[in-house]
């Protein structure tokens, strides 16, 4: 059973970055798709960044231009780097990432969400 590894949250002023950081445990083959989503307290979950199988990267319209989804597929780790965020940003933000993993002798696929991560703005 693969497990994601959320970090790199916390709180942070107006106009400053954040990086979070997402990682499958276990024995990972690959990461062919991976998405960060959001919620604030009273709204409805929201994609921010993610990128397909495809290759295709996709953004919210309210962080385009300010977020980067991105991953290291050596290590295994997918990143969201947060610049100019701003308090309306504020929200947990989770992980879903998908692709490969060994069980014993096995390669089977995963599709794994992470735990949740705050991150607060402040004006």
């Known amino acids: 059973q693969v497990q994601l590894v959320e970090s790199g949250g916390g709180e942070v002023q107006a106009g400053g970055s954040l990086r979070l950081s997402c990682a499958p445990s276990?024995?990972?083959?690959?990461?062919?798709?991976a998405f960060w989503y959001r919620q604030a307290p009273g709204k409805q979950r929201e994609l921010v960044a993610g990128f397909s199988r495809s290759g295709r990267t996709n953004y919210g319209d309210s962080v385009k231009g300010r977020f980067t989804i991105s991953a290291d597929h050596a290590n295994f780790i997918v990143y969201l780097q947060m610049d100019k965020l701003m308090p309306e940003d504020t929200a947990d933000y989770v992980c879903?990432?998908?692709?490969?993993?060994?069980?014993?002798?096995?390669?089977?696929?995963?599709?794994?969400w992470g735990q949740g991560i705050l991150v607060t703005v402040s004006p």
């Open positions: 879903n990432v998908q692709g490969d993993y060994s069980d014993y002798a096995r390669r089977l696929p995963y599709d794994a």
């Open positions: 276990g024995y990972i083959f690959t990461i062919d798709a």
